[in-house]
């Protein structure tokens, strides 16, 4: 299976209550190589917040589409696909939530994506697990510049580091546990793609009709 790469910019931390205003998707072939990317902003309709985190201002997002607008080229992007990111059960919530904002009636469980940051405890040796410290882990020069298709990138090449390590047998640890004591595995994305195939993405022609 092919991978769909995800890194959301939000108006802050809570999924219930905050937005997402850039998303950025970089489509991965099974063997790790790029094969396309695709990246908007998205306009919150209400304050973008930390401005001087992600750089993105009101004036940025004023003309940008709404989520249920984009959200037809998001499916497109991620349906069929393994859902990879960094610290991704935070991206999941944050699309899942507006998934339901937009009435659509789909949820994409935390069993059918690859965690990079989890990955990173098992292919690179020990330290911080923050974006940013597993690229210099892993030898990727590569900057974290919090927005997102730039991060979605970051966490692409971390997954080819890990595709490349486990092909070629390379593991710093066979098991290790994530920061909440959760047991961490090998190749997630070989357990992610059985989650992945048996999720039903409507396909969206004109979401009135839901």
Not at 62 to 71: E, H, I, Q, T, V
Not at 92 to 110: D, G, H, Q, T, W
Not at 153 to 171: Q, W
Not at 184 to 207: C, F, Y
Request: overall charge negative.
């Amino acid at each position: 299976m092919e991978f769909a790469v995800i890194d959301v910019e939000t108006t802050g931390l809570a999924a219930w209550k905050n937005r997402v205003i850039d998303i950025g998707i970089v489509i991965l072939r099974s063997d790790g190589s790029r094969k396309a990317n695709w990246s908007t902003l998205i306009n919150p309709g209400r304050p973008v917040g930390s401005t001087l985190i992600h750089g993105i201002t009101d004036a940025d997002v004023a003309d940008a589409p709404a989520f249920s607008d984009a959200l037809p080229t998001i499916v497109q992007h991620l349906a069929g696909r393994i859902i990879v990111g960094h610290n991704v059960s935070f991206d999941l919530e944050f699309l899942n939530a507006e998934f339901k904002r937009s009435l659509y009636p789909v949820v994409i469980p935390r069993d059918a994506a690859v965690c990079t940051m989890d990955q990173s405890r098992i292919y690179l040796p020990e330290g911080r697990h923050s974006l940013g410290a597993c690229l210099d882990r892993a030898g990727i020069d590569m900057p974290v510049r919090h927005r997102g298709l730039d991060d979605a990138g970051c966490s692409a090449a971390l997954l080819s580091t890990y595709l490349t390590a486990e092909a070629d047998g390379r593991r710093t640890s066979h098991e290790a546990s994530d920061r909440s004591g959760h047991t961490v595995l090998p190749a997630e994305w070989e357990r992610a793609a059985g989650a992945a195939r048996s999720m039903t993405w409507l396909e969206i022609a004109d979401l009135s009709g839901l």
